[in-house]
């Protein structure tokens, strides 16, 4: 599998991160673009370089390379994740601004009919972002906004950020074995009881 991973720079740099670790683990191609503000959030969030990071990805491209494999349809991939997706790159991918490799190739992505997953970072939403996301969900995207999950008793940001990685992985069909899923209620409750 093939995979374009656009990197901006919203808060969220932990889940690029994990993100690419668990791609790298799976053995997936990941054709990698890096933001110049997420190059500062990366430092600042995760105390990792971006050499660090890029040695995560087969192929790393820079943010105003146009002429880069994956701006053209003919390139095949498998889809795109932009994690995190600041407002601004939402708004671009929205318009089809493609002033940058990373809107550049999503609106490539999209035009293909290949998966696109924006994992948006932003809150609160003003109307503004709301129907950017209604718009590029109409074009065919998926808006994945990182909200956390806690039915799967996380007891560490890690388990967070991880849980996050494994619906990301989803939407692709790749099934992470560090994946904790729901069982159900009453397999819940069992063994809650068992452990009493």
């Not at 995190?84 to 493609?98: D, E």
Request: glycine share 6%.
């Amino acid at each position: 599998m093939r995979i374009v991973v656009g990197v901006t720079g919203a808060t969220g740099a932990p889940i690029a991160v994990r993100l690419l670790q668990v791609l790298a683990e799976m053995d997936v191609e990941v054709h990698l673009v890096i933001s110049r503000w997420a190059r500062a959030t990366l430092t600042d969030e995760t105390g990792m370089s971006v050499a660090e990071l890029s040695a995560l990805a087969a192929h790393v491209y820079k943010l105003d390379d146009q002429g880069a494999a994956i701006s053209s349809g003919s390139f095949p991939v498998d889809g795109m994740i932009i994690v995190p997706c600041s407002m601004k790159t939402l708004a671009a991918v929205r318009i089809g601004f493609g002033e940058s490799l990373i809107s550049r190739a999503a609106d490539v992505t999209l035009k293909e009919r290949r998966p696109l997953l924006l994992v948006a970072r932003e809150m609160p939403l003003s109307t503004i972002h709301l129907e950017n996301m209604l718009e590029v969900t109409k074009a065919g995207a998926t808006v994945f906004p990182p909200v956390p999950a806690f039915y799967n008793d996380p007891h560490t940001v890690a388990d967070l950020v991880d849980h996050l990685v494994a619906r990301i992985l989803d939407q692709f069909r790749l099934d992470w074995t560090g994946a904790r899923r729901w069982t159900g209620m009453a397999s819940r409750a069992t063994t809650d009881r068992t452990l009493a």
